[in-house]
């Protein structure tokens, strides 16, 4: 006897073996057959689907759970359109705060601003009081004076604005969060994924001193499990910076390696340990990703979190201990460094396998891409970063490298893996309007971006199911709806292959199942 048959709805299984089904049985959890394989079984339970349309759960394979489900949580500046605007909020905060206590705000991004605040505006508006302003690219901070008082003599910053490492030092006063709160985070964020019909994700690097929240960060995604506030199947990416010297036995070639040698594929199917998160540059928005020519209007080019050597020599350390290696580079340069990093890598220990991923790639040159697909490295992109900010990309990039920016058909056509993700909470993390991005290229404006580079809807759906699933390594149970896999679906009011293209984003998901249960019903 099933457990349940779900009934009467379209479902696009992404396999292309039986591409299309009517009905579809579940059994402990997972898909045991289709329309005639399970038409005429008995069903404890069976549910009408009434003409809905039925995907494969979407796989966000780039996420930050704790970082999104803290950001809800903090007084935020986001929309405000001016300096005297967001001071104003400042001041409206801090007047809430102690004198010693630290005034935290999200959403802050000097763009709309037209520069960056200063610590001395920060000093006037909360009077004197510490405060950090988190930038939305994660990438970023901006404190006052207060603050800068805490931190080494000598770290670099622009009148208070701190980028990159400098960022993670102060954002290092501020740590640890308790387990509990981060799992209350973890919670809250998760319910934002199912709601947009995302049953699996990877978070993008715990424990790190740019994005981590605290040394035992792991341990709250266990305390989120245990206590039921972890309703997703999540992958865990470590930060490089974790890894430490170790003393292997010489025939393991492992010069650095997390504490028992722990590394990619530890864990079960609701949780693990993901790939090595390895940051090469910064971000587009803060205007540190790394370029190999300067952005249009300014008079620098972003930077790399560290020495190419030795930004090689963490790959190489990464790789030789076994991980999979997901490398963060958004810019050119950060991509060039990162691909001479896997090559060499892949030149000491040749490992066919690895499934190295490059995180973001969103600038990449068309001699790069060859090189992509010649090291077998997975593209895994963010097109709602373009959906949302491509207008102002497109400026800082300027018209011959605008075209360039988050590829979708460049990297399908040399045969390299396109994945889809959000970087969720940086921006927008729905993937069917990223879906509708991909193949439209078109800003929230209305501006097309590398109109070229548009792929059809099939493969945009596939860049978040059957893509990020192998990217993920959960090709074997995930990613599309074939029996044996685990019955973890996205229930759609509308086919995305069907209804125009500019309605896509719209296209309400009606119900999520994990493990062929719906998520809204599902409880201890």
């Not at 974790?242 to 199917?269: C, K, M, Q, W």
């Amino acid at each position: 006897m099933l457990c349940t048959r779900l009934t009467n709805a379209r479902f696009l299984t992404m396999d292309p073996d039986r591409p299309v089904a009517r009905e579809l049985g579940v059994w402990r959890g997972r898909i045991v057959g289709l329309d005639e394989e399970v038409a005429a079984l008995p069903a404890r339970r069976v549910v009408d689907l009434r003409g809905a349309t039925v995907l494969p759960g979407f796989i966000d394979a780039h996420v930050h759970l704790a970082w999104t489900g803290l950001k809800a949580t903090t007084p935020s500046v986001a929309g405000r359109r001016t300096v005297d605007e967001v001071l104003a909020l400042v001041a409206d905060i801090a007047a809430t705060v102690p004198e010693d206590g630290w005034v935290n705000l999200a959403g802050y991004d000097q763009r709309p601003l037209g520069r960056h605040l200063t610590a001395v505006e920060l000093d006037k508006a909360s009077g004197g009081r510490k405060v950090f302003l988190m930038h939305d690219s994660g990438h970023g901070c901006v404190v006052s004076t207060a603050v800068l008082d805490l931190l080494p003599t000598g770290l670099p910053h622009e009148e208070g604005f701190l980028a990159e490492g400098a960022m993670g030092v102060a954002r290092a006063l501020r740590l640890p969060y308790a387990q509990e709160s981060l799992a209350d985070a973890i919670a809250h964020a998760a319910g934002e994924c199912l709601a947009e019909g995302v049953t699996a994700c990877a978070e993008a690097g715990i424990a790190g001193a740019l994005f981590g929240h605290s040394p035992v960060e792991l341990g709250a995604y266990q305390l989120a499990r245990e206590t039921v506030r972890l309703p997703l199947r999540v992958q865990l990416m470590v930060a490089a910076d974790r890894l430490n010297p170790v003393t292997a036995h010489p025939s393991d070639g492992i010069p650095r390696a997390l504490d028992l040698g722990l590394r990619t594929g530890f864990g079960d199917e609701r949780l693990s340990v993901g790939a090595l998160k390895i940051y090469t540059d910064g971000g587009m928005m803060a205007r540190t990703a790394a370029l190999s020519s300067p952005y249009e209007g300014l008079d620098h080019a972003g930077q790399l979190q560290d020495d190419p050597e030795a930004l090689a020599d963490t790959v190489v350390a990464g790789h030789l201990a076994g991980w999979q290696l997901a490398v963060h580079a958004i810019g050119d340069r950060a991509v060039d460094v990162a691909l001479d990093a896997l090559e060499r890598a892949q030149r000491l220990r040749p490992r066919p396998d690895a499934r190295h991923r490059i995180e973001h790639a969103g600038l990449v040159r068309p001699d790069q891409l060859d090189r992509f697909a010649r090291l077998g490295v997975i593209a895994v992109v963010q097109p709602n970063f373009l959906r949302s900010f491509g207008d102002d990309y497109a400026a800082i990039m300027g018209p011959e490298r605008a075209p360039w920016l988050y590829r979708g058909k460049g990297f399908l056509r040399h045969g390299i893996t396109l994945v889809g993700s959000s970087d969720r909470p940086v921006t927008d993390g729905s993937p069917l309007r990223a879906v509708q991005f991909m193949v439209e290229r078109a800003s929230s404006s209305g501006r097309t971006i590398g109109p070229d580079e548009g792929i059809t809807v099939e493969e945009a759906l596939r860049a978040y199911t059957v893509g990020g699933a192998f990217a993920c390594r959960w090709e074997n149970t995930l990613g599309s709806l074939t029996p044996g896999k685990y019955a973890d679906l996205a229930v759609l009011s509308d086919d995305p292959t069907t209804v125009e293209t500019s309605r896509i984003g719209d296209i309400d998901v009606v119900a999520t199942f994990v493990g062929g249960r719906d998520t809204e019903e599902a409880g201890p």
